[in-house]
């Protein structure tokens, strides 16, 4: 017998007890729906922060202080012989340049510690770049130009506030003469912060007002583009075999139990893999674009397989019975009507799959792509990095340039990921289809 209809008990009192049960469980789901609602405003804070502190260290590595200063290319320096013998430009001693117009600029600077301390404002790559500048053209040597000059970390960090000049000089990286040197610049307005072409267009650098992110980007392409070519037709084509071809036998239960389980694996799982069989058996170069991919590949062909078997399933069988009733074969039914209304699901385990791959970095590791690479990528089986990778290199540089370095490297990355999402999200509209 019902608690709220026992013998003796008015309605009154019978209709009293239900509102206070259902009071009780109206307080109950407003108290869930609260708790549910703080859970998600918690999410959402705590992931403005991180896009707040990612976004404003990472700014700076998009601004580069440099320095404008009067380049007098002396032939004395860049070509004594007067020959214009390109070995004879390459081996020339550009520093010195720099410096006879470094002690134009600063005639009070004398001896030799004064011209170190000179020499600190630019950046070691500055030498190069009036290098390539001179093989470009050799018609400079005997002219004077005015050219922007990169300048040195420490300037660098010095303009952006990162440094405080009111420290004592002996726990400063620049000294009181050079933060002088830097007020006449600003003064002449020959110091100020410029985009930073070499960030976007570079390679790593033990350097921070030098290292580049592009050498990975072109990496993380690479790699990307071979695993979306392997993993995205294997994947299909298993899916469409198991799910519309093979036999339910305990050799297909097998295959299905263990897709489900690689789905789980650790990713450095297939790290140790393709360094024992890629690169250990069959040889392939460490490092490389090509062993990435096939790593990756391992990695995302158990999610894509699941999500492809799922978009198979969610089709109507009405469809299949419909086209094998109008004589259509099975290879038919499934590439005439089944794929195409299962491709935009397919497409979206890709996406999964894809962006798993493009921040994984253990995998990476174990092939050998944590190398110091300089030079960018030509081909897939060049020395490169990725993405993920030079974050995690530049975040264990001690120096504190590389801080916003590793937050712009984040961006990029974060910015690569939103590329590949719209992009799948643009093709999965356009194949999808309603019935």
Known sequence: MN??????????????????????????????????FAAVTAGMLFLVYL???????????????????PIYFD?????PSGNRDPDELHAADYAAVIRASLKAKFPDAEGRAASRELMRLVSGSASFELQKSVLADPTLIGKTETRW???????????????????????????????AWIDKLHAEGALSLKFNKQFVTGGDSREPENAGIW???????FMLALTLLLSFPIGVATAIYLEEFARRNRWTDLIEVNINNLAAVPSIVFGLLGLAVFIGFFGLPRS????????????TLPTIIIASRAALKAVPPSIREAALGMGASKIQMVTHHVLPLAMPGMLTGTIIGMARALG??????????????????????????ALP????????SPERGFVEKTSGAIIVLLAFLVVINTTAVILRKRFERRW
């Open 288 to 299: 490389a674009p090509l062993v990435g991919a096939m790593v990756l590949t391992l990695l």
């Open 51 to 69: 896009f707040f502190v990612i976004f404003s260290n990472g700014f700076g590595a998009f601004r580069q202080a440099q320095l404008s200063l």
């Open 75 to 79: 032939p004395q320096i860049i070509d």
């Open 215 to 221: 050498g990975a980007v072109v990496g993380s392409f």
């Open 149 to 179: 000059l990169l300048a040195s970390d420490a300037v660098d960090l010095m303009e952006k506030d990162h440094l405080d000049r009111k420290l004592p000089e002996a726990e400063r990286p620049l000294s009181d003469q050079q933060l």
């Open 3 to 36: 608690s709220t209809n026992k013998p003796g008990r008015t309605p009154a009192e019978t209709q009293a007890i239900v509102e206070r049960s259902l009071r009780r469980r109206y307080w109950a789901e407003r108290r869930f729906r609260a708790y549910g």
């Open 389 to 396: 990778v030079q974050v995690f290199l530049w975040s264990d």
């Open 360 to 385: 994984e970095s253990a995998p990476l590791l174990m092939i050998g792509m944590v190398a110091f690479i300089v030079d960018i990528p030509k081909g897939v089986t060049d020395a490169a990095t």
